[in-house]
């Protein structure tokens, strides 16, 4: 493995939503190899494996998911109080197209069967094994210099016929994220650098023993 990559603990510093960053190439096939490979080694309960990546790059899909979530983030702002609307306006949600490529995961919650070891009492194991595979992904672009920016502006129906899901109840859709070279990590992320949320420091998460409601 070359020693030009990130450790693992700068590339968690470093690991940004990104959103108007993409430079607009398209990520290199072996590049995205690479990063794929990364989320399949992801560790899964029973060893189900459940995630599928699907590849999206046509411009006309790409361009079709844009002008839906753009429609959704609208009618979001739209629900918002004036003050949070004003604080939202320049959070930007755009890089389905700039970014050239969508990798949409999904999770197949019947892979390994009716006895996934594992799975019997906690049934979210096995969607948490997807969000695994996605970090996985997530920090191995970073490592690359890509970029990875999660859609959640949109109507599931609408993605399941964009990626011919369309009547498969036992796989869901469960991120697109858009993925392509950047031309640079914002030292902030966005939501703190636009003033909707701060970062909670640590102090205030870690609990001794038992957890206790606080702030």
């Known amino acids: 493995m070359s020693t030009e990559h990130l450790s693992v603990y700068h590339a968690i510093a470093a690991r940004r939503d990104v959103r108007s960053e993409f430079s607009g190439e398209v990520v290199d096939d072996a590049v995205l190899t690479r990063i794929l490979t990364a989320a399949h080694r992801a560790p899964s309960v029973g060893n189900t494996q459940p995630w ?27 629900s918002l109080p004036a003050d949070r609307a004003e604080t939202f306006d320049p959070i930007r949600v755009e890089g389905i197209e700039t970014s050239g490529t969508g990798i949409v995961v999904t999770y197949d919650d019947s892979r390994g069967g009716e006895h996934v070891l594992g799975r019997a ?12 595979a996605i970090e996985n992904l997530w920090l191995a672009a970073v490592s690359e210099g890509v970029g990875v920016g999660w859609v959640s502006f949109y109507d599931e ?10 009547g498969d109840d036992a796989v869901r859709p469960v991120a697109w994220l858009c993925v392509g070279p950047v031309t640079d990590f914002q030292e902030i992320p966005d939501l703190e650098r636009f003033g909707w949320r701060p970062r909670r420091p640590l102090s205030d998460a870690v609990h001794q023993e038992q957890w206790s409601r606080r702030g």
Do not use: K, N
């Open 52 to 78: 599928d990546f699907v590849i999206v790059r046509h411009p006309e899909t790409l361009g079709r998911f844009a002008a839906h979530v753009a429609q959704c983030r609208a009618d979001f702002a739209a």
């Open 121 to 132: 009492t906690v049934r979210d194991t096995g969607l948490l094994s997807v969000a695994l």
């Open 157 to 166: 129906a609408v993605l399941r016929d964009v990626i011919g899901l369309a």
